[in-house]
């Protein structure tokens, strides 16, 4: 058989994380495999969705995490030019607060980066099967959610955020004001104030500095875990 109907035969594999070292990790990874092959990465969104009209791959793996973006928009936005297009995301980040909204926003799964090699693998084929990937332990929260029905407290404050919310109560965790968290999620200062008036009442907030020292705490408790 040649190498290019080999090659044919193989699943394709685009990469999207903002650390070079998880792209070469996980990159040697694919290639081992028999059937999986890396065909493309990319660092950040605009960049990712260019080159994924490119190089058609058949699964997309991605963090939450990457350069100028977050994660959910890129998930969002692939669901919306390439809907057929299976997404993984593979993060550091607690599943609790994220496996739900990935999966909501269009992903086929969501994965920590703690897991092992086997398990990534296990991830990457069923969501090219077609099938939902998470843990065990995430599954049976999500199905003890679902049998609790919505009238069931939510675990955190924070997971009563929307998606957009929680990426600027992340960025103010980071340190970040609300000009520089408005150039980067390319939006307008006055929204971005709306935003931070919402996420006060919601987490029942006196003020700024109360949310500045909240959003720097839970930024800090999510490293910790990692």
Known sequence: ???????????????????????????????????????????DTQDAVAKIGDTKPDVVIAD???????????????????????VLVL?????????????????MGYITKQESTRKVLQA????????????????????????????????????????RELEVFQLIGKGQGTRKIAEELHLGIKTVESYRARIKDKLKLEDGTQLLQQAIQWVHSLNDRH
């Open 91 to 107: 993060s550091m980040h607690d599943e609790s607060l994220y496996a739900e909204r990935v999966l909501r926003a269009g992903a």
């Open 64 to 86: 939450i995490s990457l350069k100028t973006t977050h994660g959910l928009e890129l998930v969002k936005d692939l669901q919306a030019q390439f809907p057929k297009l299976p």
């Open 1 to 43: 058989m040649s190498n290019r109907l080999k090659s044919e035969q193989k699943s394709k594999v685009f990469l999207v994380d903002d650390h070079p070292l998880v792209r070469e990790w996980l990159s040697q990874l694919i290639q081992r495999e028999t059937d999986l092959m890396v065909c493309g990465e990319a660092e």
């Open 124 to 163: 990457i084929r069923q969501v090219l099967g077609g099938q939902i990937y998470v843990s065990e332990k995430m599954a049976a929260r999500m199905v003890h959610k679902l049998v609790a029905g919505r009238q069931q407290e939510h675990t955190s404050p924070v997971e009563r955020l929307t998606d």
